[in-house]
């Protein structure tokens, strides 16, 4: 995979505008008011960084580097910290104003569906003093959700409207994702009525050569190369094994092949080629005699989901049905760390 940064995005023209929305210094009504980003991947903190280094006012990075931000642990929590945020994952709303030695530890977030779940628990405000930069008003809670009456909206509004001439808007949770988006975050937040936008930073693609890379690996992994296709494909060396005992051993033990999504992306990309290969290697001799099985690992429940939509669709090849089979279930790492991947497919071996 590839991941390229588009020139301008909504993040880089709030960046460039100067001070982040909601402070008294900002007065641009297109980014709204702004009390937090979420972040569940490592691009999108590369995206903030290459925001900020375009930005010469040294005040101007400093106060957006202020927003609290909320992210999974591991890689993109380490790379949040190496670029500077002061408030990361902190425990309520209001601690986005407290001291940072009074702030609560920090939880930890191995996917998207824990950190979402911890953002709905929070206390969100729900109007931002556009004037002064301060909370006010009323907060967002998961435990004691109302819905305003149009009296109660009406008198709030009065009030507002002679507390300061300057309008206000609800303040906004800034999802900063890719253009392929993790349904999990955006869905739940809706489903709680809390204020977030959407802010696509980059966007992913296969890397040049991918599919020709990934064919090949394909066919010398599973020896399905014939004579004619190992030509084609510049093969320079294969097995040294006997098609005879190949064929013998592969009669009680078929050949296993693990495949492993890191993304919901990664997968869309993988399976055509695994498709494609496979159709083109029916003539393969050694192929003929091999009953193969192809499993999938994953890193975490999302992309899990995805390998399952496409395992639902029912990859089948005609003529190799026989010979290709597809593993129903799915060994899925908790963390996306090598060692919880090796667990899941232990474990999942020994089930």
């Not at 290459?50 to 930005?55: D, I, M, S, T």
């Not at 405000?125 to 008003?137: D, E, L, R, Y």
């Not at 006997?242 to 869309?268: H, I, R, Y």
Request: aromatic letters at 6%.
């Amino acid at each position: 995979m590839t991941t390229v940064f588009p020139k301008t995005t909504q993040l880089s023209r709030a960046i460039a505008a100067g001070y982040p929305p909601g402070q008294p210094q900002c007065n641009n009504s297109e980014f709204g008011n702004l009390w937090a980003f979420a972040v569940t991947s490592q691009n999108a903190v590369s995206a903030i960084e290459a925001a900020l280094q375009h930005q010469p006012d040294i005040t101007i990075r400093e106060a957006w580097l202020q927003i609290p931000i909320y992210c999974l642990t591991g890689a993109t929590l380490a790379s949040v910290k190496k670029v500077g945020f002061k408030t990361i994952n902190p425990s309520d709303a209001t601690d986005a104003s407290s001291d940072s030695d009074n702030i609560s530890p920090a939880p930890s977030f191995d996917n998207a569906a824990q950190l979402v779940d911890f953002l709905i628990s929070l206390k969100w405000p729900k109007i931002i003093n556009a004037a002064s930069g301060t909370v006010k008003g009323e907060f967002y809670s998961s435990g004691n959700e109302t819905v305003s009456t149009s009296e109660d909206a009406e008198k709030s509004a009065n009030q507002l409207a002679s507390a300061d001439p300057i309008s206000t808007s609800a303040p906004e949770l800034w999802f900063l994702t890719g253009e392929t988006r993790m349904k999990t975050l955006a869905e739940k937040l809706s489903i709680h009525q809390r204020a977030f936008r959407e802010v696509v930073v980059y966007e992913t693609g296969p890397r040049p050569g991918f599919e020709e890379e990934l064919s090949l690996w394909l066919a010398d992994t599973l020896d399905l190369h014939t004579e004619k296709n190992a030509a084609d494909l510049k093969v320079t060396e294969r097995r040294n094994v006997e098609p005879q005992c190949t064929a013998a051993a592969a009669m009680n033990n078929p050949t296993d092949l693990w495949l492993v999504g890191f993304s919901p992306k990664g997968v869309d990309l993988t399976v055509p080629v695994l498709r494609k290969t496979l159709e083109s290697c029916k003539s393969s001799i050694a192929f003929s005699s091999v009953p193969m099985r192809i499993q999938w690992g994953s890193i975490g429940p999302t992309t899990a989901t995805r390998i399952q939509e496409h395992l639902q669709e029912t990859i089948t090849i005609p003529k190799l049905k026989s010979k290709v089979t597809f593993s129903s279930t799915i060994a899925v790492a908790k963390t996306p760390k090598p060692t919880a991947l090796a667990e899941a497919i232990a474990s999942h071996l020994s089930a």
